[in-house]
């Protein structure tokens, strides 16, 4: 247990709302990532953060934003939520060129 | 062209067989290598990870093959509660882990 939480674990929302998801961690990782998981392609990266205030887009960024204010907490947000962004969400955090650790995942459903 | 690239499947075999798979990655640059196992609608989870002059967990099989850029995973005497579905992860220093789409493996009895 790598002490990551993600929340909310479920949420509905109705599409053009805006939405943020947060990952928090209590053990001091570096990185923190932001995946999307869907039937037929695996985890792909949205975001990453490899420290606080420092970030960089994944391969599916466009409609996302994300912040890193603290060490421990990495917000992802859909500015205006559509629904090709329903979806699973996972944070992760790892260490420079170790494993990565998981949170239990966000189901988002946008309706 | 996608950096990591694995069979997805599925593999269906018998309790007490062997399988293995494969994962091919397209940066050379790539310094460390891992194994997760994701049960379905979970979250993936570290099964082993991969060193160059290969490594084993029980029943469990990792290597690594620089020149050819693969990675590869033996399962030998197959359990049910082995199927899963297997994620393999590429990872250069200092940028984000990348990971293959998973292969599904089914073990029946």
């Known amino acids: 247990d790598a002490g990551i939480t993600q929340s909310p674990r479920h949420k509905v929302t109705e599409t053009g709302t805006p939405v943020t998801l947060r990952c928090h961690q209590t053990?001091?990782?570096?990185?923190m990532y932001w995946y999307r998981q869907d039937p037929g392609h695996g985890l792909r990266l949205i975001h990453y953060?490899?420290?606080?205030?420092?970030?960089d887009k994944g391969e599916v960024s466009d409609g996302y934003s994300v912040s890193r204010s603290k060490t421990e907490d990495f917000l992802l947000t859909l500015e205006s939520a559509t629904s090709s962004q329903t979806s699973v969400y996972f944070c992760?955090?790892?260490?420079?060129?170790?494993?990565?650790?998981f949170g239990q995942g966000t189901r988002l459903t946008v309706v | 062209r996608k950096e990591v690239e694995q069979d997805p499947g599925p593999f269906n075999v018998p309790e007490g067989a062997t399988v293995a798979f494969n994962c091919t990655y397209s940066?050379?640059?790539?310094?460390?290598f891992f194994w997760y196992r994701q049960d379905c609608r979970k979250e993936p989870k570290l099964l082993m990870s991969?060193?160059?002059s290969g490594n084993e967990d029980g029943r469990f099989t990792a290597q690594l093959n620089r020149a050819s850029q693969y990675i590869s995973l033996l399962i030998r005497d197959s359990k049910l509660s082995d199927s899963a579905t297997y994620l393999c992860?590429?990872?250069?220093?200092?940028?984000?882990?990348?990971f293959g789409k998973g292969t599904t493996l089914s073990v029946s009895s």
């Open positions: 953060s490899y420290g606080v205030k420092d970030t």
């Open positions: 053990e001091n990782h570096r990185y």
């Open positions: 940066n050379s640059a790539s310094q460390s």
């Open positions: 992760a955090v790892s260490r420079e060129d170790t494993e990565a650790f």
């Open positions: 991969v060193y160059s």
């Open positions: 992860v590429a990872n250069q220093a200092g940028t984000a882990l990348i």
